[in-house]
């Protein structure tokens, strides 16, 4: 007996689905294990949080609230339309935003903090002289366009049709970048503090297996949230409630 060709197709797309949800939960225990291991490498081997009283202590707030705001954050608002595909558009694009927004002021503090462990200590460390602060700058610079750009041409006011479509490619492409980037100054910085801090890193000391162990989630996390986003087949199908569809590799 020969199968309809509909129900291959459904159970093609059944499978399809299986395995992005799987993936997804992946990505997401991945993602939470990156935290966790943030906060017990700084807090444990660097002296736990503090504020600008004590400058040295108060960096700590700044990797964590990179790795939550800047990747975390980051990479789940670009997987936002692939994850919850069952929900209207534009309750997808607050949702977007909405992450965006507390990713960036989370990115914001973790700048503060930074800057203060330079700039309150005696005497001060220059600042923005290594290449993980410039690139770090870069994709802060980055995301904050892609917001301002994004919600100007999705949310309100809103652009022309014709503009919103021709500018989706290119929203799609720098928030990709911008992820990308933001993760390869995570790996610089864990290195730079590692050799800075850790007199005993050649030694596969503790503090120093476990900032690698961190870099390794970021590399893998990075890599789970590339692949869902690209892959063509986990791709959001409209729904009937959608008014407006815009091509673009996220959705």
Not at 35 to 54: D, N
Not at 69 to 79: K, R
Request: glycine share 10%; with cysteine; net charge positive.
């Amino acid at each position: 007996m020969k199968i309809p060709i509909f129900i291959i197709g459904k159970m093609d797309e059944d499978a399809t689905l299986t395995n992005f949800k799987v993936l997804y939960v992946v990505t997401q225990l991945c993602g939470i294990t990156m935290i966790v291991l943030a906060g017990c490498w700084v807090g444990i081997h660097f002296g736990g949080f503090s504020g600008s009283a004590t400058p040295r202590v108060e960096f700590n707030w700044h990797p964590l609230f990179m790795t939550i705001g800047l990747i975390f954050l980051y990479g789940n608002s670009i997987l936002v339309y692939r994850g919850f595909r069952n929900v209207s558009k534009k309750t997808l694009k607050i949702s977007h935003a909405s992450i965006h927004l507390i990713a960036f002021v989370l990115t914001v503090i973790a700048l503060i903090t930074v800057f203060d462990s330079h700039n309150l200590v005696d005497p001060p460390i220059p600042n923005m002289y290594s290449l993980h602060s410039w690139l770090g700058i870069g994709a802060v610079i980055v995301f904050g366009l892609q917001y301002v750009a994004g919600f100007t041409a999705y949310l309100a006011p809103g652009w022309r049709q014709t503009l919103k479509v021709a500018y989706m490619p290119l929203h799609i492409y720098f928030g990709l970048f911008g992820f990308v980037l933001a993760i390869a100054s995570a790996l610089m910085g864990i290195t730079e503090k590692a050799i800075f801090a850790i007199s005993d890193y050649s030694s596969f000391s503790n503090a120093g297996v476990m900032g690698n162990s961190l870099g390794v989630l970021y590399v893998i996390f990075g890599a789970l949230v590339m692949y869902l986003v690209t892959e063509s087949s986990y791709k959001r199908k409209p729904l009937p409630e959608d008014t407006i569809l815009l091509t673009g590799a996220n959705e």
